[in-house]
């Protein structure tokens, strides 16, 4: 049993800074305006110390079909509300999740084993802008007209398609949740988040915002869960529910699609990754290997858009290499909520393993030039799921490193001499998410950005987002795209008016 001063201290800190619910952490499901105890309570674990720290409990079909109705009752009127009216209630929404700033950052390190200086950068912000922006956006957009050349005119209306369940993965929870939840209720569907097992946390403190913030009970509930045969499950089979927005595990993402299928919903799929992150010569190396110690072992190197396949051209490699290696030895790993931290902890024992197992493979196959092992940790931490940031090298593109997506801090370097041969190297997976390009070679940043088959490409830099420019993966990625209008169109139904001039 580990030795709960950490987490005692952390529940001290809560408490402190205005944690709005009674300790310890027992979360609750939140439908139809109001906090249900729940029943199955499964553990919450703290990943830097594998300490139990709470318990949330897992919704079934009680929970899935009080919360799909409340969200269905609720849409009768939320639907009908011009986005004008909306706006003020998603404003104090968005307002309610700054002014819970430093709980948010706690908890998301609490959640996740991120480490809370990440949180600091910005993390909170980007959760209230997702939901502020689009509910700016849903009453600035207009709407198309067409006039034909025999005098009738055809003008599109655009009305929300219903109940919407949110299913989202543990990696980023709380700012993913506000990013479907933003678009889904701007439009006046009303939703069902589902939570990740692993982190239900941040996803309660919303449901808190949200009913701070005055929203008519059941336009948003959370139904905490897991997958298979659980909430999940249950949800995207739910025939009350029109529309399923989902990020997670591409495996994930295809069973999820089956399941939608009888009651034919709609749905978005954001799923994984593999990117690659290419360093031209012409790169400036100092920059580039910031840039790549971001990419690779930002949360862990658990980002679906993480860059875990570096192409490095031939003349800068062994440069490259060296810089890489000594930036990766000197992140400094630990407590999560200690603001010096630089890596925290994977998410899970079962998670770690997963990784380790790549580690393996990697020491058989290729060469480990760092990390690959579990880090020297004090006391209650030598419990955490932690693992050094490890870059490995001479393996080969078809190897299993370079083609399934691993989730951790680990990743594999290639060498290449050509702009081509870098182009069909990046190409080289069933991925299509995102890729990076490194250069300072601007005709060179616009031809290779162009022959990438990927959602989104970073030239020098990575992780920047602009809610106005669509996101989502190309390939096994994902289907759809999340932002701007192109976001809009999943969450809104369109109906043409052809009307007649006589
Ligand atoms: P996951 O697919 O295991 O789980 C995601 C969510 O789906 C969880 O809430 C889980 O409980 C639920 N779920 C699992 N099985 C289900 C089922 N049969 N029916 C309904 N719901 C089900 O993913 P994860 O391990 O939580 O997250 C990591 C994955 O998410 C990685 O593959 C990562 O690349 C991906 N991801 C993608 C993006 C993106 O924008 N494309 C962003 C973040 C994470």
């Known amino acids: 049993m580990v030795e709960p001063k950490l987490y005692k201290e952390t529940l001290e800190r809560l408490k402190a800074l205005g944690f709005p619910f009674e300790l310890p952490l027992e979360v609750t499901h939140y439908i139809g305006g109001e906090f249900v105890q729940g029943e199955n309570p499964f553990p919450v674990i703290y990943p830097a110390t594998g300490e139990v720290i709470g318990s949330a409990p897992e919704g079934r079909a009680k929970e899935v079909d009080l919360a799909v109705e409340a969200a269905h009752r609720a849409f009768q009127s939320w639907g009908k509300m011009p986005p004008s009216e909306r706006r003020p209630y998603l404003r104090r929404f968005a307002e309610k999740i700054r002014e819970y700033r430093p709980v948010f950052e706690v908890l998301e390190s609490l959640d996740v084993g991120r480490p809370i200086r990440e949180n600091r950068l910005g993390y909170v912000d980007r959760m209230a802008n997702n939901i502020e922006f689009f509910a700016d956006f849903a009453v600035t957009h207009g709407s198309e007209a067409y006039p034909m050349e025999n005098g009738y005119i055809n003008y599109v209306l655009r009305f929300p398609v219903g109940v919407a369940a949110l299913i989202t993965p543990w990696n980023m929870p709380s ?143 062994e440069p490259f290499v060296e810089k890489l290696v000594a930036a990766a030895r000197a992140l400094r790993i630990g407590d999560p909520l200690d603001p010096e931290t630089q890596m925290g902890a994977l998410i899970a024992e079962e998670h770690l393993e997963k990784v380790m197992g790549y580690v393996e493979h990697a020491k058989r196959v290729a060469t480990v030039l760092t990390g690959g092992k579990r880090p020297d940790l004090p006391h209650p931490l030598d419990k955490g799921y932690f693992l050094e940031p490890t870059v490995v090298v001479d393996v080969a593109p078809s190897d299993k490193v370079c083609q399934e997506e691993i989730f951790g801090p680990m990743v594999a370097v290639l060498p290449f001499d050509t702009e081509e041969e870098a182009i069909a190297l990046a190409n080289n997976t069933p991925y299509g998410l995102n890729a990076i390009v490194q250069t300072r070679d601007v005709g060179q940043a616009v031809r290779v950005s162009a022959a990438l088959e990927v959602g989104t490409v970073w030239v020098n830099d990575w992780f920047v987002r602009d809610l106005r420019v669509p996101f989502g993966g190309a390939k096994q990625s994902g289907i759809g795209r999340e932002g701007g209008h192109y976001g809009y169109e999943f969450y809104y139904e369109t109906k043409n008016v052809c009307i007649a001039n006589r």
């Open 175 to 317: 700012m993913l949740a506000t990013w479907k939840i933003g678009p889904t209720l701007a439009f006046g569907n009303t939703a069902v988040l589902k939570p990740a097992e692993f982190t239900p946390l941040g996803a309660w403190l919303l449901a808190r915002c949200a009913h701070e913030a005055g929203l008519p009970p059941g336009v948003f509930n959370v139904v905490h869960g897991f997958g298979p045969d659980s909430a999940g499950e249950l949800l995207t089979k739910h025939p009350l529910v029109r529309l399923i927005s989902f990020t997670g595990e591409t495996t994930t993402g295809r069973i999820i699609l089956k399941n939608a299928a009888d009651t034919l919903k709609r749905t978005s799929m954001e799923l994984g990754g593999k990117a690659a992150n290419l360093i031209f010569a012409s790169a400036d190396l100092d920059r580039a290997v910031e840039v790549t110690v971001r990419a690779a072992f930002f949360n862990q190197g658990e980002v679906c858009l993480a860059g875990s396949r570096l192409l490095v051209e031939r003349p800068v490699y």
